[in-house]
């Protein structure tokens, strides 16, 4: 059970001895009840700001407010000193709504109840990166737009690899899954976010997603792509690449507001990363990278692979695509996080074949060269994984953190996180691939 279930528990809770007070002797007596519901209304204001909002928040919130507004004459009479416990058949009877309203709330708490953080097999260890440190001033006031996190495991971190993850969407002020699940597995982990704009941050997202209601297609969170926001971000990668980087296999991993950002950071610092990871939704537009710099493979609603492209260069073997896209269709299914270190495990022996028969990338024409410089940088493959709309791929944790907002935009609840578990998975079989 979550700390927000259980502040929403404790809002409705108090509000109990109010709806009943009309149908029992002894609450009539107690003439300080009126109190109650402006105490719960503190506590569900508190909730709010402290553990940010989701929609069963606001509906909360807005019940809450409902009864307040039906105990206003008695609080009055409260500090008046006179006796409150009268009820009229009309009082009566809306408390036997609000009653009604009330049990649905109990029911709504906990069918729309916000999935358990991710928990992992190792401790991790979390670190905030300064990202202004010995900079001169113009970039320190661009950087305040991202902040960053160091995520390593407990004793057992690889020093030889660095994983940057730009995911987390609205930040939540601990890492995020992808990070959280690739820290655990061994990788030194550099988890880079936006900065709440508003005390409450999940608001940034809840205005984005009010441009896509009523949508046919296209319906994904608009892109990072302002040219302040796009320096601040090249910045703080390189930042991060100048002080953990050095000596190391780097990657990148990147969905939802921050794929066009990651594009436009490849394109003008070519080999920067040993390999990009974009994970996308169906609806939303591809990388500019020319086809035979990188592989797409398509997932089912379950994440497992129905269909790959991968593309090599010119007068390469095609061979090795079938291979990596034959293991990805048996492999890339949703799990937990116990599941998706299983499912990893049994891939490592195909993904050595696979490594061993790669074409290799410095084989780039002229021609993809002047398309997109990029693409053609040597030792720079780039790896897109397409989900269908359904998966809300790009929507941060919303299905596992506002599951009513998920059912809304037509998905459903991330039981245990596992779309998040099988991106992590498809991503370490793609590194185990290089």
């Known amino acids: 059970m979550t700390d927000l279930l259980l502040s929403q528990l404790l809002v409705l809770l108090i509000l109990l001895p109010v709806l009943l007070r009309p149908f029992s002797k002894n609450l009539q007596k107690g003439t ?6 402006f105490i719960s209304l503190f506590v569900c204001i508190c909730t709010i700001i402290g553990q940010d909002i989701v929609l069963f928040s606001a509906l909360l919130f807005l019940f809450v407010v409902i009864v307040c507004l039906s105990e206003i004459i008695r609080l009055i009479a409260f500090f ?9 058949i009309a009082s009566i009877i809306f408390r036997i709504v609000l009653l009604l ?23 991790l260890v979390v670190r905030s990166i300064d990202l202004t440190t010995d900079t001169p001033q113009r ?4 950087r305040q737009f991202f902040e960053g996190r160091l995520i390593e495991r407990q004793g057992g971190a690889d020093k030889k690899a660095l994983v940057i993850v ?14 959280a699940l690739l820290a655990d597995q061994g990788y030194t ?3 880079l976010y936006t900065t709440p704009h508003r005390i409450i941050s999940r608001m940034d997202l809840y205005v984005r997603l009010f441009r896509i209601i009523g949508k046919k297609d296209a319906r994904y969170l608009a892109k990072e792509a302002e040219p302040h ?58 990388p500019a990278i020319p086809e035979e710099r990188m592989q797409t493979v398509y997932t089912d609603a379950d994440g497992g692979a129905i269909n790959s492209a991968a593309y090599s ?69 780039f790896y897109c994984r397409v989900c269908p709309y359904r998966l809300l791929t790009g929507f941060g944790s919303l299905r596992a953190d506002d599951v009513l907002a998920a059912e809304l935009l037509g998905s459903g609840r991330s039981i245990g996180r596992k779309d998040k578990a099988a991106a992590a998975a498809a991503f370490q079989r793609y590194v185990l691939s290089l």
């Open 229 to 286: 926001i796009s320096s601040a971000f090249s910045d703080s990668i390189e930042a991060i690449l100048n002080r953990y980087g050095s000596n190391k296999r780097l990657f990148l991993y990147t969905e939802g507001i921050y794929t066009a950002l990651a594009e436009h950071f490849c394109a003008a610092h070519q080999g920067a990363f040993t390999g990009v990871f974009f994970n996308l939704s169906a609806e939303e537009p591809l």
């Open 313 to 381: 260069p010119a007068g390469t073997d095609t061979t090795t695509s079938g291979a990596v896209s034959s293991t990805a269709a048996g492999s890339e299914s949703g799990g937990t996080a116990e599941q998706y270190t299983d499912a990893v495990s049994t891939q490592n022996i195909q993904m050595d074949l696979d490594a061993a028969a790669k074409p290799n990338p410095a084989a780039d024409t002229h021609s993809a060269a002047e398309a997109n410089p990029a693409a053609a940088a040597p030792g720079l493959p």
């Open 139 to 142: 970039l320190q006031q661009k």
């Open 80 to 88: 008046q000193g006179v006796l409150n416990d009268f009820y009229g």
């Open 32 to 37: 300080a009840i009126p109190i109650l519901p």
């Open 101 to 123: 309203l009330f049990c649905g709330m109990v029911y709504a708490a906990f069918r729309f109840a916000p999935e358990a953080h991710t928990k992992t097999e190792h401790q």
């Open 166 to 179: 730009t995911e987390s969407y609205p930040d939540s002020g601990y890492p995020g899954t992808i990070a």
């Open 189 to 191: 982990v550099a988890e």
